[in-house]
Every structure is written in structure tokens, then in C-alpha cells.
């Protein structure tokens, strides 16, 4: 079976403009959460959805936004790109919400470089 | 609130050696706790997770880790390491929220 898979992989954009990551859970998975990894740092939880409704939102400004589709995928978009958001974008999935003993398993990540 | 801390951010050890990674935690509530292992650019891995069944929980590729409430610690640990385990690992704890918090990673090293 396939895993999280995320995409795009890489990509560069400019400080101003607008980013759609995507995700798709493993299948059967319903709840999707997103993640922010700075070089050096650990993951930090900025969404999680579960059924299609947001169920957690970390501390991350209202430039960052996300939805899940009927089939469980999902899109995180950031708004006006600042240099500061250049980082690794995971997106993880689980069978339940999150959270407890609900095992989260990783995408391979998009890295976003801003410029 | 609930926090990681993992003590030392880069771990060294010979081929063959202990390898003892660090982890505490802070939760007002019985916690669940994870280790989770990252290779160069790759997304987390599981290795594996404490839920209260055992205080000793064994994981994947030889490794283990053991709940010790009176110290609030979950260290890593494998008895023997291997050139293939130099990679980062991250602990993380999630109580019935929505989300995990992970400490800020320890890197680990292995010397031929």
C-alpha cells in the first residue's frame, strides 16, 4: 500500500506569492495533520483535519490555511510567502484524529524555499 | 501545557557501541510518547510509541525505549549501533489533543 504521498517535492518561490502544497493519506486514513520543519528544528503542528472539518490549529498566522477533500487528501496554502517560511512541509495521516494514542505517519515532506 | 526536551542535539558513538539518546517529558496527564527517526531529506519514520501497556517498548531496527514516570523521562536506547542508524531522531508527546510536540531533535553519529 502506498504511503503518505505529498507533492510538489521542491519548490522555489518569491517573497510575495502564494503556495498550494497537496497531500494524499493513506488509504483509509481520515485524519491529515501538517507540519512546519525549520532546518534544525523539529516538526511544529500548524493543522489538523479530521472528516473534512479543521480539528486543531497551531500558532501560525492567517496566511497559512488549509482544507481536506471528500476523499481525505489534502491542501495546505501560505499567503503572501515571507523568507521565513521557507522550510520542510510534512504532511502526516492517521486512522482517527489525532492525537492520544493515534499513530501519525509522514510524507516524505515538500521543501519550500522562498527567495 | 505538555513540552519535550531532548538533552543534546549531536550524539557520537563508535560502530558497536551503546546508543542512549535522551528524552523528558512535562504532561499533567498520562502521556503517550513516540520516537520517530528522520534520514537526510526524508519525512519521519516511527519507531516506535509508548501507550501504557508496557514501560518497556521495543521498536523497529533493534531499538527500545523505557517509560520512567518518577524521572518523566523516555530515553532511546540500542545495545549495539550501526553505521546504517547515523540519522536525527526527534521524541514527541501527544496527550488527547489534536496534535504532537516534538523536541528539537538529536543527531546521531556513528564512527567506524
Known amino acids: 500500500d502506498a504511503g503518505v504521498t505529498q507533492s510538489p517535492t521542491h519548490l522555489i518561490k518569491t517573497r510575495g506569492q502564494h503556495v498550494t502544497l497537496r497531500c494524499s493519506p493513506i488509504s483509509g486514513h481520515k485524519s491529515v495533520s501538517w507540519y512546519q520543519q525549520v532546518l534544525g528544528q523539529g516538526p511544529q503542528f500548524i493543522f489538523q483535519?479530521?472528516?473534512?472539518?479543521?480539528?486543531g490549529r497551531g500558532n501560525f498566522p492567517d496566511r497559512f490555511s488549509a482544507r481536506q477533500f471528500p476523499n481525505y487528501s489534502s491542501e495546505l496554502n501560505v499567503n503572501a510567502l515571507l523568507l521565513g517560511d521557507s522550510a520542510l512541509y510534512l504532511c502526516?495521516?492517521?486512522?482517527?484524529?489525532?492525537?492520544?494514542?493515534?499513530?501519525?505517519?509522514f510524507g516524505e515532506g515538500s521543501w519550500l524555499t522562498v527567495v | 501545557a505538555q513540552s519535550v526536551t531532548q538533552l543534546g542535539s549531536h550524539v557520537s558513538v563508535s560502530e558497536g557501541a551503546l546508543v542512549l539518546l535522551r528524552c523528558n517529558y512535562s504532561s499533567s496527564v498520562p502521556p503517550y510518547l513516540f520516537w520517530y527517526v528522520q534520514y537526510p531529506n526524508q519525512g519521519l519514520q516511527l519507531l516506535l510509541k509508548?501507550?501504557?501497556?508496557?514501560?518497556l517498548v521495543k521498536g523497529i531496527n533493534g531499538f527500545e525505549a523505557e517509560f520512567k514516570k518518577s524521572e518523566t523521562s523516555f530515553h532511546l536506547t540500542k545495545p549495539s549501533a550501526h553505521m546504517s542508524d547515523a540519522a536525527e531522531y526527534f521524541c514527541a508527546v501527544s496527550v488527547v489533543t489534536y496534535k504532537y510536540i516534538f523536541g528539537t531533535g538529536t543527531r546521531l553519529k556513528v564512527l567506524a
Open positions: 483535519y479530521y472528516e473534512k472539518e479543521e480539528r
Open positions: 509508548y501507550t501504557s501497556a508496557a514501560t
Open positions: 502526516a495521516s492517521s486512522l482517527g484524529p489525532t492525537g492520544g494514542q493515534n499513530t501519525i505517519y
